[in-house]
Each structure stands twice: as C-alpha cells, then as structure tokens.
C-alpha cells in the first residue's frame, strides 16, 4: 500500500509541510508519496499525476482547508475513497462532521476504515459546504482576497476576519436574485435576497452556522435564504446566525 499525499502548502497558515512530516513518521519512505499544489487551482494538475501512479490498495489523503478538498474531489473518480486531514483558516467541514485527530485519521487509512457522504456537483464544481450568493458569499470572497487575514492566520485568528467582514456587509448590503425551478416544473423567484445558500453542511466561514440540522452525511440538501433590504433586518438576520436561532424566524 502506498498512500498518496496531496497537499496545500498555502493553506491556513502553512502547516501542510509539518503535517505532512509528521505523517511520514508513520509510514515506511516508501509507503508515501506527496504532491504539493504548486499556484491557485492547481489540484486538478496533482489529482492528473496521482492517478497515473495509482494502484489498487492504495490510498489518498489531501492535507489543506475546504477549498483545497473541495477542489480536489471535484477530479478524483467518485470510488476512490479519501482521507483528509484539516490545515485551512476556517475548516468547517472538519468542524461540522467532528473529524477525528490525525493520529486516528492514520488508523483509519491503516484499517481502511472509512463512511460516506453526500456531494453535490454542479457546472462549475463541487458543493463541499455550501454554493452561496448574497452575504455569506461576499464574506468568503472578501475574505479569501484580504492581506489582512493572511496576516491574522499566522497568529492563528483568522477566523476574525470572517467577522470583520461579515458586519461591514451590514453597510454593503450585497444582494442577490434567484431563479429556482422545482421537479414539476413551477417555479419560484426571489428576489432582493440578502443571504442565499444552498447548504450542504452546517458552516460556512470560520464557524458560520448557515443551517444548523444541514449535514454531508444524508442526500438533502438545504435552500436557506432571507431579505434584508432593511438594516434592522440585516442585523437581525446576523443575530440570528450568530445565536443559530434562525429555524425559528419567519423571514
């Protein structure tokens, strides 16, 4: 068995090499061979290498944050299991499912021990956590573009820059317009939205609760959406998330 390592090494704040090292530590030099995403987007050039070496009995294991993980299922063949070992700012996968610790993860890679869950594809890729418009999407694009957050990271507080921007959406009241279709063919339009998610796990954005019952490990997923042209409205949508008492609002 050889397990295949693919690796982010600007995720969170740059752990994936120590990880990575102390994974070997478990292993045979033989037994493990690492790939490390080299530029932005480079995942699907690493899956592309890993599956020309790929055996049957071996075994894959992505060190990185949700986006490196999402990104790199969106290329693996659906039967290939994974294992995954969180290095990112946020991590709401592993936080949401309560992913064991790593010396358990090896145990499992070990034993082949492994559970399913749920992903939902669409044209432009893979929905890990959650496919956003409206507020929870400007906080992660904004977020993902901020120095400030990379400079957060490194003190291990990046996690605040999710909240920082999340109340100055509050002033920029980003909004989104939505077209659903259902099975029979009606549809519904809303417009105007202040958040929008279709969400396929609980968290989104360094702990986020965007849909607390909303989970990877059934075939459901959640549309969650609220208007918020109104400030009061915007500030009682952010409460809400924040004391993860929405289930209980009427808008």
Known sequence: MVLHIIANPHAGNHQASKIVTKIKTYF??????????????????????????????????????????????????????????PVGSANDFARALSLPNLEQTIAAIKSASFSSINCFTYDQGLILNSLDMGFPAYVVLRASQSKVKRILNKLHLGKLTYIVIAIKSLIISPKSSILIQREDG??????????????????????????????????????????????????????????????SLPY
Do not use: C
């Open 28 to 85: 045979e030099p033989q037994e493990v061979v690492v790939l490390y995403t080299k530029k932005e987007d480079d995942e699907e050039n690493q899956v592309a290498k890993l599956l020309k070496v790929f055996k049957v009995g071996d075994q894959i294991m992505i060190v990185g944050g949700d986006g490196t993980l999402s990104k790199v299922l969106r290329h693996l063949p659906i039967e290939l299991p994974v294992a995954y070992y």
């Open 186 to 247: 009606s549809q519904l339009f809303l417009n105007n939205l202040y958040l929008f998610s279709l969400a396929n796990n609980t968290y989104f954005g360094g702990g986020i609760t965007i849909w607390p019952t909303a989970t990877a490990l059934n075939d459901n997923i959640d549309i969650v959406y609220a208007e918020g042209q109104k400030f009061w409205k915007r500030i009682a949508i952010l409460l809400a998330i924040v004391l993860k008492n929405m289930t």
